[in-house]
C-alpha cells in the first residue's frame, strides 16, 4: 500500500490523525490485523470528512406535546428553511430524559418548565417572526457557547497545576501541543503554546458541540504562528478563535 499524502496529511491534521491512529488500535486488537501507517493516513481523511460535516450541522430535537403531525410538519418546514440545521429526532414531553443529551438544542411548542437543558419554544405554525427569532437563536446559541481562557504561565511547573493527572500531551508541531483528558468532559480541551521567548500561553476551549471542538482545536493547531506570539497574544489567538468558530 502506498499513500503519497500520507505526510501532508499527518502535518496538516495532526490531532484526527492521533484519533485514526488510537481507532487503529482498536481495530488491530478486535479483528487482529496490522494497520500499516498508510492506511491511518486514509482513516484521517474519512474521519475528517465526517467531523466536517458534523460540525456544520446545528443538532434539533423536536419535543412533541401531544399531536405527531404537527411535529413533522413543523421538523419539514426548518429543514426547508435552514440548510445547516438537521432535525435527529421528535420526541414526546413524555419520553424526555431527566438528563437532556449536550450537542442538541431542544424546540418545544408548550414551556418546559425546569427542564435541564437550552430550549426554544416555538408556534406549531412557524410564521416569519418565528422563522427570525429562531434563526438568531441558534447562531447566537452556538455562538456564545464558546469558553476560552488564555493564561500566560512562568514556567512548566505552573503549567501541570492546570492540567489533570491523566492528560494525554500530543505534540503537533515545534512548542505546540494539544492536551486532553479522559477525567474531563469531552467537549473540553486543551491547548498549550511555547512561545520563543520561553513564556507559555495555557489555552482552554470548551465548546457546546463535541465535533467542532475537534475541529476547531485543529483548525488552531495548524494555523497558530508562533512568531505572533507577543505582548498581544491573548487579543490573537482570541481573535483566531472566533475567526475560526464563526467559519464553522
Request: charged share 30%; proline share 4%; net charge positive.
Given at each position: ?31 487482529d490485523i496490522k494497520i500499516p501507517e498508510e492506511e491511518k493516513g ?57 438528563n437532556p443529551s449536550k450537542g442538541f438544542i431542544y424546540v418545544n ?140
Open positions: 500500500m502506498y499513500n503519497n499524502m500520507l505526510e501532508k496529511i499527518k502535518k496538516n491534521y495532526p490531532i484526527i490523525y492521533y484519533i485514526s491512529s488510537e481507532l487503529s488500535k482498536t481495530l488491530e486488537k478486535r479483528f486514509y482513516i484521517t481523511l474519512y474521519l475528517l470528512r465526517l467531523f466536517e460535516k458534523m460540525a456544520k450541522k446545528k443538532k434539533i430535537i423536536l419535543i412533541c406535546p401531544s399531536g405527531v403531525l404537527t411535529a413533522n410538519l413543523l421538523a419539514e418546514k426548518i429543514k426547508k428553511i435552514f440548510e445547516d440545521v438537521e432535525v435527529v429526532k421528535i420526541t414526546s414531553v413524555r419520553d424526555l430524559p431527566r411548542t408548550i414551556p418546559l418548565p425546569n427542564f435541564g437543558s437550552p430550549y426554544f419554544q416555538i408556534s406549531p405554525l412557524f410564521s416569519k417572526d418565528d422563522e427570525e427569532k429562531f434563526k438568531n437563536y441558534i447562531y447566537n446559541f452556538y455562538r456564545e457557547n464558546v469558553y476560552v481562557e488564555i493564561m500566560e504561565v512562568k514556567d512548566e511547573n505552573e503549567i501541570l497545576q492546570y492540567i489533570p493527572k491523566d492528560s494525554t500531551i500530543i505534540a503537533i508541531k515545534e512548542r505546540l501541543y494539544w492536551i486532553y483528558s479522559k477525567e474531563e468532559p469531552k467537549e473540553e480541551k486543551f491547548i498549550l503554546f511555547y512561545d520563543p521567548n520561553n513564556k507559555s500561553y495555557y489555552m482552554y476551549i470548551h465548546l457546546f458541540d463535541y465535533f467542532k471542538t475537534i475541529w476547531l482545536s485543529q483548525k488552531i493547531a495548524t494555523n497558530v504562528s508562533l512568531r505572533n506570539l507577543n505582548g498581544n497574544s491573548k487579543d490573537y489567538l482570541l481573535k483566531l478563535l472566533y475567526s475560526f468558530e464563526r467559519g464553522i
